[in-house]
Each structure stands twice: as structure tokens, then as C-alpha cells.
């Protein structure tokens, strides 16, 4: 009997301990904060790998129907190893189409803790123009993408709560620290569990209505990185819905940083954009 119930006892053991690794992780992941959480989506949707350059095409269809295209290429390079939601960035889109838009080119330099640089060359002034920080949240070339949702908002000008979870979601509720400096009073994003990547976005206005909303529909890998491959951004103010759809993504191909400086605007490095 001494031996059945020390065997018995290993067992049981045995068990809690299975039952313990099971339990915990999922208990640890569930208990994270809205900021936690935050700071894990935008590590997802804007820092994967240590570089990235993509094709993209943005079709914008306004209420009536019409539709305009955009076409464009963008590089993005963190400036450390292993960044997280709280490293500087470089961003730099070149447009090629439509004809009136072939050549300009849009650069970021983003400062966490402080106020990014954006500039945009326009070519056919051959004009280099200063973004305002107080312009980071108008019209991205007449789409419905604003100039601040290419590189994205930084984590520390929001308050964070967990509002509500799912079983594949966290939900969260952000506030802007400076309502002066926003047009929104807060926003909710659905931040998948599995890929801590944001798939979906609602702001609402001083009167709680929902104005403006980013969804994902659809996601793929590329060199086993998750990856946002198609967002539809609807203002449902003016009606008008931007798709914005990457291809040919790849990542940690050695762009480097000295390339985003303000000389290259002009005359970006043809080899990046053939690659």
C-alpha cells in the first residue's frame, strides 16, 4: 500500500505540475495591461525584423464611386537591434503612380518621447516641405490614411486601459494625454492574442460616435513574420473608404539608416527600390 500511494502521489505530482504550465502562461497572457498590450501590437504591426520594404497600392473610392489609385514603395529601418514600441525609426514611401504624384517621396524620422520629423519632396516644384506636427493627423495624399498611421502613434501620448477580452482578442481603450492636439476623444483596438498585431480600429469623437475605422482583412507571412497585407480605412463622415493592399514584403535585407537624411529626398538610392 506504501508503494501504490507513493506512486500515486509522483503521479498526482506529475500532473499538477503539467497542469501548472498549461495554466499559468495563459493566466499571464490574459493579466496583461491595456498599455502592455499596446506596447506588444505596435511592436508587431510597425517593428518586425530589423528593416522592411514592400510594394504598396492605396485605391481610394469616395461616396460616389469614384476611385483614384496610388502606388508606392516603402522602406522602414529601426535604428537599434531588437527594437521594441519605444526605439526611433526611419520611414521612406516613393510613390510611382499616378503620374502627378511619380517621384515624390515621403520621409519620417520618428523620435519616441518627442516630436517626429516628416518631410515630403515634391518633384514636380522640386520642393522639399516640412511636415507641421500639427498636420500628423491629416489626409496622407488625398486618402483617407493619415500622415501619423504610416509610422504610427506612439505608445506614451495615450492612456491605455484593457476595456474587454475574447477569446481571440484584447480590446483596447486609448485617450489621448493632449485632447487639444487630437481630433478624437479616444479609440478601441482589437489586438489579436496569437500575433499581438492590431486588426482592427474605431475612433470616436467628443459625442461617442464612431467617425473612423481601420480593419485588416487580410494577413500573411513573409519570412515567418505575420504580416498586414490588406487594411480598409473608412471616414464615415465624408463616406469615403481607402483599401490599402502590400506585396513583394521582405524583411531584414540591410537597408541602412544613413539613407534617411534629407539629401536622399531627391534622389533616393535607385538600387533599394530596384531590389
Request: no cysteine.
Amino acid at each position: 500500500m506504501k508503494k501504490v500511494s507513493q506512486v500515486l502521489g509522483k503521479k498526482l505530482a506529475t500532473a499538477l505540475m503539467i497542469l501548472t504550465s498549461l495554466v499559468f502562461p495563459a493566466v499571464a497572457q490574459d493579466a496583461l495591461t491595456g498599455e502592455q498590450v499596446m506596447s506588444k501590437a505596435l511592436k508587431a504591426n510597425y517593428y518586425a525584423g530589423q528593416d522592411a520594404m514592400a510594394e504598396g497600392k492605396m485605391t481610394i473610392t469616395d461616396k460616389n464611386g469614384s476611385v483614384r489609385i496610388r502606388q508606392f514603395k516603402v522602406l522602414r529601418a529601426n535604428q537599434t537591434e531588437q527594437a521594441t514600441a519605444k526605439d526611433d525609426q526611419n520611414y521612406f514611401v516613393k510613390f510611382s503612380h499616378p503620374n502627378d504624384l511619380d517621384g515624390m517621396v515621403f520621409m519620417v524620422k520618428k523620435h519616441v518621447g518627442k516630436t517626429d520629423d516628416r518631410w515630403l519632396y515634391l518633384p514636380k516644384l522640386d520642393l522639399v516641405r516640412r511636415i507641421a506636427a500639427g498636420d500628423k493627423r491629416t489626409s496622407f495624399v488625398g486618402s483617407d490614411v493619415l500622415y501619423e498611421d504610416v509610422s504610427g502613434r506612439h505608445l506614451m501620448e495615450d492612456t491605455h486601459e484593457l476595456a474587454s477580452q475574447s477569446k481571440s482578442y484584447f480590446i483596447t481603450k486609448s485617450t489621448p494625454k493632449q485632447a487639444s492636439s487630437v481630433e478624437f476623444k479616444y479609440y478601441k483596438t482589437w489586438v489579436h492574442k496569437k500575433t499581438f498585431l492590431a486588426l482592427k480600429r474605431e475612433y470616436y469623437d467628443t459625442n461617442d460616435n464612431k467617425y473612423r475605422q481601420l480593419k485588416v482583412k487580410k494577413v500573411a507571412k513573409f519570412d515567418g513574420i505575420p504580416t498586414v497585407i490588406n487594411t480598409q480605412v473608412h471616414d464615415y463622415n465624408t463616406g469615403s473608404v481607402t483599401t490599402v493592399t502590400y506585396g513583394d514584403v521582405k524583411y531584414n535585407v540591410g537597408i541602412k539608416n544613413d539613407l534617411f537624411t534629407e539629401r536622399f529626398l531627391r534622389n533616393p538610392p535607385d538600387k533599394l527600390f530596384d531590389m
